[in-house]
């Protein structure tokens, strides 16, 4: 079965800091997809970033990267200069070419004055 | 202009109720999903409508139907509620279904309780 964990159920940074948050996945499949979803206090959900596991270069997009390792089943999610707009709920998610979804229990990150 | 829309965005009710949360895409998307949030922040997903025709059901209660009266529309239908199930529902749409890697929009969510 595909798992999705996220070991850090809560951080906190000071503002303009770079903050890593883990993601870590179990599947047997070699083509899939991975994601990192952004929910702010409004209950939105934002796609913040997306990776192809065919592609070996990490996903960017501007202070958001990704550190991809796929052997080891590995996904985190880097945010640079951190603002108080990133305080939100971080939920890493799988998804398979059945498109089915998978997510983590979530991050829940604080940026702090 | 909101791109994927749910209502009601909470809703109380009692046990063993019928109720209904409405879900609308203004994308053009061909699929839609339904999303379980539970109280750990587990997202689950329910089902997922594409060219209005079932595609998966993650084996969730029958008392949890879909309707899709068209492809802009995915609606979910819930009858004799139990204390369970209350949680956030969210309604998603998407381009592409079959291992595109198409991003997913989210509507807001609503949250139910059941009392």
């Known amino acids: 079965a595909q798992t999705v964990t996220q070991s850090q159920p809560e951080m906190s940074v000071q503002e303009a800091e770079t903050v890593t948050l883990s993601c870590t996945y179990d599947?047997?499949?070699?083509?899939?997809?991975l994601f990192w979803y952004k929910q702010p206090p409004s209950r939105q959900m934002i796609l913040v970033i997306r990776?192809?596991?065919?592609?070996?270069q990490n996903a960017t997009e501007n202070r958001f990267s990704v550190n991809f390792q796929k052997a080891a089943k590995s996904f985190s999610l880097k945010i640079s200069d951190s603002q108080l707009g990133d305080t939100a709920m971080y939920f890493c998610?799988?998804?398979?070419?059945?498109?089915?979804?998978?997510f983590g229990k979530g991050t829940r990150l604080h940026i702090l004055p | 202009d909101t791109a994927v829309s749910q209502t009601p965005k909470y809703l109380v009710t009692q046990m063993g109720n019928d109720k209904s949360i409405k879900c609308e895409q203004n994308?053009?998307?061909?699929?839609m999903y339904w999303y379980k949030q539970d109280s750990k922040k587990f997202l689950k997903i329910m089902f997922s409508?594409?060219?209005?025709?079932?595609?998966i059901n993650e084996t969730v209660p029958n008392r949890f139907s879909p309707k899709s009266p068209d492809k802009a529309h995915l609606n979910l239908h819930i009858n004799s509620l139990e204390l369970g199930d209350s949680a956030v529902y969210f309604c998603?749409?998407?381009?592409?279904?079959?291992?595109?890697?198409?991003?997913?929009?989210f509507g807001q969510g609503t949250r139910l309780t059941v009392v």
């Open positions: 990776q192809e596991a065919y592609k070996q």
């Open positions: 409508y594409n060219n209005k025709e079932l595609i």
């Open positions: 994308l053009g998307h061909d699929t």
């Open positions: 998610a799988f998804m398979n070419r059945d498109d089915k979804i998978i």
């Open positions: 599947t047997s499949e070699s083509n899939y997809y």
């Open positions: 998603a749409s998407s381009q592409d279904f079959v291992g595109q890697g198409t991003e997913a929009f």
